[in-house]
């Protein structure tokens, strides 16, 4: 992983055999990130999304293997009690136009992954809403 920065923008390339979310995570306590936008285009062959289930409170992880092209891949860079916390959603495809995707829990890189993290000067907390059961933007 590379990363360098202008500004408030940081162009990031992440390597083969990296993890999407830990080399984000690394990035963001390098940089002292609280807050930021994330996008991100690329190349994985092992990933997990899920898509969550509102009646049930659950998420349902989708595991994919084999050469898929990162077609979107977006989200946010906030805290949670005060500590780093990515919400980040990735859709991929395959050699047949096919795209998966949800909320990104794992992306193994097979090629290369070229992120690109907006830093916003701030800091959102994030809270665990009981009655919807994800953790959401605490903006009062």
């Not at 920065?5 to 992440?14: E, K, M």
């Not at 994919?64 to 946010?76: P, R, W």
């Not at 916390?85 to 090629?111: P, Q």
Request: glycine share 10%; hydrophobic share 40%; charged share 25%.
């Amino acid at each position: 992983m590379q990363y360098k920065r202008f500004g408030d923008t940081i162009l990031a390339r992440f390597d083969k055999g990296e993890e999407i979310l830990e080399q984000l995570q690394k990035v963001a306590e390098a940089e002292g990130i609280l807050l930021a936008e994330i996008s991100a285009l690329g190349a994985v062959n092992d990933f997990t999304v899920g898509v969550y289930n509102t009646a049930e409170k659950k998420y349902y992880a989708n595991h994919f293997e084999g050469a898929f092209e990162i077609v979107s891949l977006t989200g946010t860079v906030s805290t949670m009690n005060g500590a780093y916390y990515a919400h980040l959603h990735m859709s991929a495809g395959n050699d047949k136009g096919e795209v998966f995707g949800g909320h990104l829990n794992r992306a193994l890189i097979s090629a290369t992954c070229e992120m690109v993290i907006r830093v916003i000067d701030g800091q959102i907390d994030r809270y665990h809403d009981e009655e919807i059961g994800l953790n959401l933007f605490k903006l009062d």
